[in-house]
């Protein structure tokens, strides 16, 4: 009786054990990501039109948003909100923007306002739109990478134009949960290449690189003195 007893205590034991590990390993595995899946699509919406069109116009000096076509995220993609006469495009893009192993890929409170100048509007904004469509017709982060590769592929999405950039100077962008709306900065997107051909990312260097192998890209970070209503930025360090 004794000897059933104990072995009873000691299975119990060591089940409580295996159930603490297992809890400990998914409090753990939901730490490195925090959004594993989709969240609603309404938590990606933003439900004041005007506030979109307001924060899309904050990425750029209003000398240069004033005149700029805005698109809004409705629920089937990106709508032309106001149309624009400079050739500039100003939009907020979500969270599916961001790179294949970004724990910020389905991050709902992500608002990234930029103001793209013509040529990447024509050759960077097509990408964006597209990642868009493919995410809110139901398809997953798998998915819509093998989407981008396939397109790529057949050439339905084009190749970057020399000279592409754009304006990334809002306040109230929220980039990540770590640096928020970060600093204000211009990014110019060009082929793939070495970090070293930019004297990019080297101590001292007011450029940054990250390269996105998925898009064919890589993407230029300068960041710049003050945001967009021309505040200084008071942490202006990188």
Known sequence: MKRQILRTITATIFALVVLLGAARQAR???????????????????ADRNAEIALARSAAPESVSHDAEVLVLGRHGYETAAKGKNGFVCIVERSWTAGIDDPNFWNPKLRGPLCLNPPAARTYLPLTIKKTEWILAGQSKAQMFDSIKAAFDKKELPTLESGAMSYMLSKQGYLDDQGGHWHPHLMFFVPQTD????????????????????????????????????????????
């Open 28 to 46: 753990a595995q939901a730490a490195k990501t925090p959004y594993p899946s989709m969240a609603p699509l309404e938590q990606y919406l933003m």
């Open 195 to 238: 970090d070293l051909t930019w004297g990019a990312n080297l101590p001292g260097s007011p450029i940054l690189a990250t390269k996105d192998a998925e898009d064919r890209m890589t993407v230029l970070l300068i960041p710049v003195a003050k945001w967009s209503d021309g505040t200084a930025d008071s942490t202006h360090e990188h």
